[in-house]
């Protein structure tokens, strides 16, 4: 199994434990989207209480990739998928947590060719 193979495979049991239904394809252009940063243990998760990992998912991924603006409310969205994941869940991944905000905001379009 690849690393990757091995990276999907938490992700989608992390889901599972989580009871959130997800699209296999999305997740998978989600997280092959995240590049070599899915296998650094730092990078790989996302952290919920840390203000500046917060305004970096608004910026680089809400806004650059999403092309979403201030006015779309990504704080809360954020704060809405923190909650989602679950507070004791320590395991936030960078590709779910990216994936959620996707669905949140409706912007599977941004993967579609990627899934293909």
């Known amino acids: 199994m690849s690393k990757f193979d091995e990276a999907m495979s938490t992700y989608k ?3 599972d434990k989580m009871g959130i239904k997800y699209d296999e394809s999305l997740l998978t252009a989600v997280a092959k989207g995240l590049g070599p940063s899915i296998y650094n243990k730092d990078a790989s998760t996302v952290s ?3 203000g500046s ?3 970096t998912v608004q910026n680089n991924f809400l806004k ?5 603006g201030d006015g ?4 809360a969205a954020c704060d809405a998928v923190c909650e989602q994941m679950g507070s004791s ?5 960078r590709a779910i947590f990216y994936y959620l905000l996707v669905k949140h905001y409706k912007k599977e379009s941004v993967y579609a060719s990627a899934s293909n």
């Open 53 to 55: 990992e917060m305004e």
């Open 72 to 75: 779309d409310k990504l704080a």
């Open 13 to 15: 049991s992390s889901m």
């Open 64 to 68: 650059k990739k999403l092309g979403l």
């Open 89 to 93: 869940n320590r395991n936030k991944y």
């Open 48 to 50: 919920c209480t840390q």
